[in-house]
């Protein structure tokens, strides 16, 4: 599956981004979906990750209550709803897709990457 991260950008802090994850070649509703992020100088991290129905997710505790993460499988696309965005949000965030029913928080899970986009929080 090709998958590609689109969406991100920059906004003041506080502010809302919703990121699209748009998969092509085979059905996204075959795959769990997760998203990860890097921030300058440091490792990727998971942020949140949702099963192959949608009907379960998971988020890392600095993004939870914060961020959602849902899928439409008829449009073969996941998405990552961002509200109350703080600086440290800042990264380049990337979607990732893996033959797991239920997702993974570990990136080895994960065996389709798209290509990043970069979320800018500011101050």
Known sequence: VQLQAFGGGLVQA????????AA???LLSSYSVGWFRQAPGKEREFVATINWSGGGTY??????????????NPENTAYL?????KPEDTAVYY???SDLYSGSYSSTAYDYWGQGTLVTVSS
Not at 14 to 21: A, I, Q, V
Not at 59 to 72: E, G, N
Request: glycine share 6%; proline share 0%.
């Open 14 to 21: 506080g502010g809302s981004l919703r990121l699209s994850c």
């Open 24 to 26: 092509s070649e085979r």
């Open 59 to 72: 988020y890392a505790d600095s993004v939870k209550d914060r961020f959602t993460i849902s899928r439409d």
């Open 81 to 85: 709803q961002m509200n109350s965005l």
């Open 95 to 97: 979607c990732a897709a």
